[in-house]
């Protein structure tokens, strides 16, 4: 099974609403992401969790906020979104966030949540 | 620098085979990627290959790597109109384990 869910499909948004996006695995990883895809471009890495903990913040703006609750959960908690931030959030996980000449740790990408803020 | 390069669009015939370009610039990335995204869709992981090895087979797919040159190519055999989606080749390694992605090659299939 190399399945990541995501909740919601879509979801709109006015600027000065709280949204939360969730992310679930059951594949045992230890390591996960969220990424933004705008129309027509590849995902742009946003946020790296490994064993719960916050790895990487590319200079995401704080009016994004990740959260994980455990190893198998990945929120995006949104407020105050702008426009421009309409765009297709993904969620990946994999086993552990780390890699080497003898182990991919691949990325299993869930089907995304597609946000339109107005 | 970490730029991955890909051709921005491939048209070929039901049947025929595709060939989908990619060039990095990481000459110590230690593992490439090729995802597919179908529209509306998240990324599917189709194959990766190890930096050491210079060609991988996976039923239709063909992945070849020329390391010297920093190129990637994916084959599709027998393409059908199922394939038709967008092709995003990605290296890991090097410097961070971050997945860079290329800019995405939009193949399409005609009937």
């Known amino acids: 099974d190399t399945e990541v869910t995501q909740t919601p499909k879509h979801l709109v948004m006015g600027m000065t609403n709280k949204k939360s996006l969730k992310c679930e695995q059951h594949?045992?990883?230890?390591?996960m992401y969220w990424y933004k895809q705008k129309a027509k471009k590849p995902p742009e890495l946003m946020f790296v969790?490994?064993?719960?903990?916050?790895?990487i913040n590319e200079s995401v703006p704080s009016r994004f906020s990740p959260e994980c609750p455990n190893s198998s959960l990945l929120n995006l908690h949104l407020h105050a979104l702008q426009p421009e931030d309409s765009a297709l959030y993904l969620c990946a996980s994999s086993q552990d966030g780390t890699s080497g000449h003898s182990y991919t740790d691949t990325q299993y990408f869930g089907p995304g949540t597609r946000l339109t803020v107005l | 620098g970490e730029d991955v390069e890909q051709s921005l669009f491939l048209s070929v015939r039901e049947g025929d085979s595709s060939v989908i370009n990619c060039t990095y610039t990481?000459?110590?990335?230690?593992?490439l990627y090729w995802y597919k995204q179908e529209p509306g869709a998240g990324l599917q992981l189709l194959t990766y290959i190890f930096s050491n090895m210079d060609m991988k087979q996976d039923q239709r797919l063909t992945v070849l790597l020329n390391k010297k040159d920093k190129h990637l190519s994916l084959r599709i055999a027998d393409t059908q109109t199922g394939d038709s989606a967008i092709y995003f080749c990605a290296e890991k390694g090097g410097a961070t384990n971050k997945l860079i992605f290329g800019t995405g090659t939009l193949l399409a299939v005609q009937p």
């Open positions: 594949m045992g990883h230890r390591a």
């Open positions: 969790y490994s064993y719960e903990k916050l790895s």
């Open positions: 990481d000459s110590s990335s230690t593992y």
